[in-house]
């Protein structure tokens, strides 16, 4: 997303986006992808030959998710296209002049690879322009934001819904390990659990595992310790109460952030 809005909000908007996963190509495929090749080339070529992700990206901006896991015998290819921006499809005579932006992106840091040898050293310094570290899910300050507008672009119902606070409340509080696929598809799962006359989501329309995962988390931060033998029912309840003391004997606030509602709350102290 963060790739397509700088394109968006460049001088070569006009131009094509073209988006290479580095990650999930296969090693022998990869160079093909980017650099294309001529007709019969190698065997089980197109008739027709191929251009490539390098070629189809003129005038625009080439995209290399993942580049970290791209083979050293590509970084070098990779390094010439840059440094003389013309492109060698395989098995062609001539080469291709090509003017592009390139941004990309890793999950590894690239001084580590190049440290391990497995990045190279010069292709690093070639693209080390701008750096932009991408903060998780859990760290963002933007989470409403951020799930108002998957919620409108994504329209999993086909209708525009809304979020209650109780659940941007849960949302806040929640570590996603799974970062925006996970969030992703808590909203889908959520949406497919509204009524027809249903427009926003509330806590009883959120995946159960989604809500155990969080209610157990907020135990593990909550629970004082316990002698071995004591009753479940009095450890969930010197739960309750160790996180209502931490709110001031706030019911409201405790049950948010236990995840559950506020007669829960209250049965759990009488347990």
């Known amino acids: 997303m963060l790739a397509r809005a700088i394109h968006r909000d460049s001088p070569r908007r006009a131009g094509p986006f073209v988006a290479v996963n580095c990650a999930s ?7 093909s992808e980017l650099f294309g090749y001529a007709q019969g080339s190698f065997t089980g070529a197109s008739k027709c030959g191929a251009v490539g992700k390098i070629v189809q990206a003129n005038g625009g901006t ?7 896991n791209m083979p050293l015998a590509m970084q070098s290819r990779l390094l010439r296209v840059l440094q003389e921006r013309v492109v060698e499809p395989l098995g062609a005579a001539r080469a291709v ?6 941004v990309c992106a890793s999950n590894r ?13 010069n292709l690093y310094y070639r693209i080390n322009g ?9 760290q963002r300050t933007d989470l409403h934001a951020v799930v108002d507008k998957m919620l409108r672009d994504e329209r999993f119902v086909g209708r525009m819904v809304g979020i ?7 949302f806040a509080r929640h570590p996603w390990p799974g970062n925006f696929r996970q969030l992703g598809n808590v909203l889908r799962t959520a949406c497919a659990m509204l009524d027809d006359h249903d427009t926003h989501i509330r806590v009883e329309h959120l995946p159960h595992d989604f809500l155990d995962e969080l209610g157990e988390r907020a135990q593990e931060e909550a629970a004082p310790s316990f002698e071995t033998g004591a009753r479940l029912a009095d450890i969930e309840a010197g739960a309750v109460a160790a996180a209502l003391k931490a709110h001031g004997g706030n019911v409201s606030a405790t049950a948010r952030e236990l995840g559950v509602s506020r007669t829960t709350v209250y049965r759990k102290l009488r347990s």
């Open 109 to 121: 840091k690239r001084r580590e690879r190049v440290a391990e040898g497995a990045f190279r050293e």
């Open 25 to 31: 190509l296969p090693e022998t495929l990869i160079e």
């Open 62 to 68: 080439l995209f290399l998710d993942e580049i970290g």
């Open 130 to 138: 701008l750096s932009v570290k991408l903060p998780p899910l859990a």
């Open 97 to 102: 002049p090509v003017d592009f932006a390139l």
């Open 164 to 170: 209650d606070d109780d659940v941007l409340a849960l």
